[in-house]
């Protein structure tokens, strides 16, 4: 069995637990607070680094080693987030469409529910068809936030070029 470490990251929306071994991020969570011992390495303290440059508008896409732990259906979907581009957004809808068959989108919705990698894989750009801010494991005022964050960075973007 591989060893496990991990790390807390106050992000300015709550606190962040970075979860992973000596080879991926296995998960990045919001946490209640930051409890117990720390046991980084070199990948969480990674993690910690880019999170923070994604806070800090400095950083819009991860580079990573992930290694979600889900399904193969989960894991297909959590595929197809990772192409959704920094500043937009895609409905449930569009994204069973994408998987190739609407008729899942309640598979689709629930395996963004369970993402274990909050804001790297990008389930917070999922959204109800109507454009309304709708299922977010975190809450729905931190998706929010997120997508305002990653909106006002991508106007500023295409504002100064």
Not at 21 to 44: C, H, Q, V, Y
Not at 52 to 60: I, N, P, T
Not at 74 to 94: E, P, R
């Amino acid at each position: 069995m591989q060893a496990l470490f991990h790390q807390y990251y106050q992000s300015p929306i709550g606190w962040m637990r970075v979860r992973g071994t000596d080879e991926a991020i296995l998960e990045i969570l919001f946490w209640e607070d930051r409890s117990g011992e720390e046991r980084p390495n070199k990948l969480t303290r990674q993690a910690v680094g880019q999170l923070q440059a994604y806070f800090e508008r400095k950083l819009r896409v991860f580079d990573l080693p992930l290694q979600p732990q889900g399904t193969s259906f989960q894991k297909q979907v959590w595929d197809q987030l990772l192409q959704i581009g920094y500043g937009t957004t895609i409905s449930y809808m569009a994204l069973a469409r994408r998987m190739g068959d609407i008729k899942t989108i309640r598979a689709v919705a629930r395996a963004n529910a369970c993402n274990p990698l909050a804001i790297v894989i990008p389930c917070h750009r999922v959204i109800g068809e109507d454009g309304s801010l709708v299922g977010y494991a975190a809450g729905l005022w931190r998706k929010q936030w997120l997508l305002e964050h990653e909106s006002s960075m991508h106007q500023l973007s295409l504002h100064f070029g």
